[in-house]
């Protein structure tokens, strides 16, 4: 179940002081002393869970915890007290028990067919003893929980996620990086049955395992129609194996023929090549009906996507008479007519009180008028009275009341005769 080479162990485990207290057994009463007790256990309990789940196992024992945990040549004394405190707290249980809370469609597979040959259980486990013996082995609760969703995640993002019944061969080889024996592998699909994500039938001494789809709350159970669509899967598989193998040997075949075609043994390659033209037609044949049976898969599979659709549609159609149950056209129309008639006697009503308004107003209306007329004559005055008033005298200058036009020279009344040289004007009067 472990492996001493990759146990990873507290930095406390060299000090020898601590070790030889935590290596010590437990007081009868616990009231003696919790704290030394309450320390003890939760050393004990964290590093079981921890070690368990660093070696990917769900299971514990007395006999390999002691071998687990010796340390100079000396065991824990206290382990059979940490296995029975963790029993009773729930964080473990014996694997009988484990089983048995499992329906009982699982439980007369899983007994009879799966869990007693891979799990150990001891006779006093079967007999339901109190006692705790060292080779009997317990289910660690939350890592048994750790490991089906673990186990669940890898189905669905594997290739063999769009078939939901496999063979627990299959399912073996998927699991082989997540479950690190078939111990583990049982206990995690008895946690998924416990769970309703699986369920598992025995057919044809085969043991067959049918997962939950993606959506899906609870996996459906097995039916004739999985039973179906299983075997034909598995028989495509086969033929397409065979097909492989008579591939394999027409290349056989012809190789040989070139072999002894270069011998010289011309017979002999003819020969050959015959042969590869048999296995060929042998391979055409089943890939002929290979080819059938991925017809009737698909005609499944659209059957099923039909089956769906159906189903929606009839939820719709119950929805919907639900829906319209206190409808009828006779009732949508007394409503139309009296939305219609209220409209009309709204309109009415409107009118009558705009019509009223405008009347009970015409006399104010012409007085407002006249005031309006006034206002405006009143304005024009006041803004009249604000100019200046209009002058008598001209608005002409007086030159000669001037001083500065007074001293200016008299304008002359000739001609002046102006004659050019070179170089100057002349000017003569």
């Known amino acids: 179940m472990f492996n001493d080479t990759e146990l990873i162990l507290p930095p406390e485990w060299e000090d020898d002081e601590r070790m030889n207290f935590l290596f010590s057994d437990f007081k009868e009463n616990r009231d003696v002393n919790t704290t030394d007790w309450d320390s003890k256990m939760d050393f004990w309990t964290a590093l079981i869970i921890k070690i368990c789940r660093n070696r990917g196992t769900v ?34 249980q014996r694997e009988s028990e484990f089983a048995a ?38 289910v660690v609760n939350e890592l048994v929980k750790e490991k089906a969703a673990e186990l669940l995640g890898v189905y669905r993002n594997s290739s063999l996620s769009n078939r939901s019944l496999l063979s627990f061969q299959e399912v073996r080889t ?9 111990s583990t592998l049982c206990l995690a699909l008895l946690q998924m049955q416990r769970e309703k994500q699986v369920t598992v039938l025995l057919h044809e001494d085969e043991k067959i395992v049918k997962f939950s789809q993606t959506g899906q709350g609870c996996v459906s159970p097995v039916c004739d129609v999985d039973i179906g669509i299983y075997q034909l899967q ?6 397409e194996e065979r097909v492989e193998k008579f591939s394999q040997e027409a290349d056989r075949c012809k190789e040989e023929a070139r072999v002894l075609l270069r011998e010289g043994k011309k017979s002999q390659a003819l020969r050959c090549l015959k042969s590869r033209k048999k296995v060929e037609k042998k391979a055409d044949n089943l890939y002929r009906q290979i080819e059938n049976i991925k017809g009737i898969l698909d005609r499944i599979a659209n059957s099923q996507t039909d089956k769906l659709v159906i189903q929606a549609y009839q939820s719709g159609v119950a929805a919907l008479r639900l829906s319209l149950k206190d409808t009828s056209v006779e009732r949508a129309e007394s409503l139309v007519d009296q939305i219609q008639e209220l409209c009309d006697t709204q309109d009415e ?17 012409d007085d407002l008028e006249e005031e309006l007329k006034s206002l405006l004559a009143d304005s024009v005055l006041d803004e009249a009275s604000a100019l200046p008033e209009v002058p008598t005298h001209s608005l002409l200058p007086d030159w000669d009341a001037l001083p500065l036009l007074s001293s200016l020279p008299s304008v002359p ?13 002349s000017f003569s009067s």
């Open 59 to 92: 299971c514990i024992n007395l006999q390999e915890l002691n071998k687990i945990f010796r340390r100079k040549e000396i065991v824990p004394l206290g382990l059979g007290t940490v296995i029975q405190s963790m029993a009773r707290l729930g964080k473990i």
């Open 234 to 239: 598995r028989s495509e598989k086969l033929l």
């Open 101 to 138: 809370n499992v329906d009982s469609g699982w439980l007369s597979w899983g007994v009879g067919v799966l869990l007693v040959k891979p799990l150990k259980w001891t006779f006093s486990a079967l007999l339901g003893s109190s006692q705790i013996t060292s080779e009997e082995s317990f």
């Open 413 to 425: 009344q000739n001609n002046f005769n102006i004659t050019a040289g070179a170089g100057w004007l």
């Open 349 to 365: 009503v409107n009118q009558m009180l705009a019509g009223g308004t405008l009347s009970s107003g015409d006399g104010d209306t």
């Open 174 to 182: 998927m699991s082989s990086q997540v479950c690190v024996d078939e």
